[in-house]
């Protein structure tokens, strides 16, 4: 006979995921343990077995959940009757506000990634992948001759998008919605502007 599932089960699960998120972040997956994550969530270590057989397994679940579903919301954002200037706005705007809470498992990507199995960061890989290509559509659309027949160029300046946004997460993890929405129109204009820039040196070549 299944074993049925307790009704509390996906809450007791997120719990589980976000306090070990936070172990791992402060104490680095390595040095984290069951036992450790077993006592920050305030249940035993056999409980935790019951969710998850490994560290690693966590650490999948963490990462899963989190891109998996910033990468719905970016990539489900309807901004099919919007110019593609304000385009960057919306992804920009949505990518800081989603952030907004996750510090722990943001932190903890670049650690745990490459620890995982080479199935598992293919799918992490692919949701990244998505998130890439829906800004990269836009900026293309911005400045077509800027980027045309030159995918490393279009591809540098969606990551250099994307590095302007981790910096503020970096540097100011307290800011308010505000804040973001302020600092999102700035990275819309200057990566705007620059992309035209672009296309007008591609005319003139």
């Given at each position: ?11 007791k ?13 402060n ?61 960057v ?6 990518a ?20 995982l199995s ?32 030159d ?37 819309a204009?200057m ?15």
């Open positions: 006979m299944a074993r049925t599932i307790a009704k509390d089960h996906d809450q699960r997120t719990h589980i995921l976000k306090t070990a998120a936070r172990v791992f972040a104490a680095g997956f390595a040095r984290a343990s069951m036992s450790q994550i077993a006592t920050a969530c305030g249940i035993s270590k056999a409980n935790i077995y019951h969710y998850y057989d490994s560290k690693d397994a966590l650490l999948f679940d963490i990462l899963d959940t989190y891109l998996s579903e910033l990468r719905d919301r970016l990539c489900g954002l309807d901004m099919s009757a919007a110019a593609p200037e304000d385009r706005v919306y992804f920009v705007r949505e800081l506000l989603a952030y907004e809470g996750m510090d722990a498992e943001h932190k903890i990507q670049s650690e745990g990634l490459p620890l080479s199935e598992q960061q293919e799918v992490l890989k692919a949701y990244q992948r998505e998130m890439v290509r829906r800004l990269s559509d836009t900026l293309r659309e911005i400045a077509p001759a800027a980027f045309e027949g995918g490393s160029r279009l591809r540098s300046a969606t990551m250099s998008v994307f590095g302007m946004i981790n910096w503020f997460y970096m540097w100011n993890p307290g800011a308010d919605r505000a804040a973001r929405e302020d600092y999102a129109r700035l990275v204009s990566s705007v502007n620059g992309v035209r820039g672009l296309d007008t040196q591609s005319d003139s070549l």
